[in-house]
C-alpha cells in the first residue's frame, strides 16, 4: 500500500470566523463549512457526544489544505501552557511560501497575529519568520529571494 497524499492539517479554535478571516487573509480559499456530529464523528475521532463545526480552507493551487475545527461538545481544552514555544514537542507549526513576506505579515497582524522574534535572512535564499495566529498556533511564512 502506498500513500496517497496528504490530505489536511487540523487545527481546533475557538472563534471560527476569526479563524477564517485570518486565513482567507493569507490568501487561503474557503473550501466549505459543515456540522459535524453523530456515531461516524465519534468513533473516528476517539470522543464521545462530538458536536462540531467544520471549515476547510484550501490553498490556491488545490494542493493543500487546512481543517478548522470548533467544538461545541465535548469543549475543546486549553493547552499549557496557553501558548507553547516552538519547541514543545507535537505539531510545531504550518508553514506557507509567500510572495511578499512584509505584506503578508502587516495584513495578519491586522488580524491579531504575532511576530515571534524578526524576519530572518536565510543566505541569498529565503526570508523567514513566524508568527502565532488563531487559537495559538504558530504559522511560519517564507519568501523565495535568490
Not at 74 to 80: C, L, T, V, Y
Not at 102 to 117: K, M, Q
Not at 123 to 146: D, K, T
Request: charged share 25%; aromatic share 4%.
Amino acid at each position: 500500500m502506498t500513500l496517497q497524499r496528504l490530505d489536511n492539517v487540523g487545527i481546533v479554535v475557538e472563534d471560527m470566523d476569526g479563524a477564517i478571516t485570518f486565513f482567507t487573509e493569507l490568501g487561503m480559499e474557503l473550501d466549505g463549512r459543515a456540522q459535524i456530529e453523530g456515531p461516524w464523528a465519534d468513533q473516528s475521532v476517539g470522543l464521545d457526544g462530538i458536536r462540531s463545526e467544520i471549515a476547510m480552507m484550501r490553498v490556491p493551487d488545490g494542493h493543500g489544505r487546512l481543517e478548522l475545527a470548533k467544538y461545541h461538545t465535548p469543549a475543546a481544552i486549553r493547552p499549557e501552557p496557553a501558548n507553547p514555544p516552538p519547541n514543545t514537542l507535537g505539531l510545531h507549526r504550518v508553514m506557507f511560501a509567500v510572495d511578499d513576506i512584509d505584506d503578508t505579515i502587516a495584513r495578519l497582524r491586522a488580524h491579531g497575529a504575532e511576530l515571534l522574534g524578526e524576519v530572518a535572512q536565510y543566505e541569498s535564499i529565503f526570508r523567514l519568520c513566524s508568527l502565532r495566529g488563531p487559537a495559538g498556533i504558530i504559522v511560519a511564512l517564507a519568501e523565495q529571494i535568490g
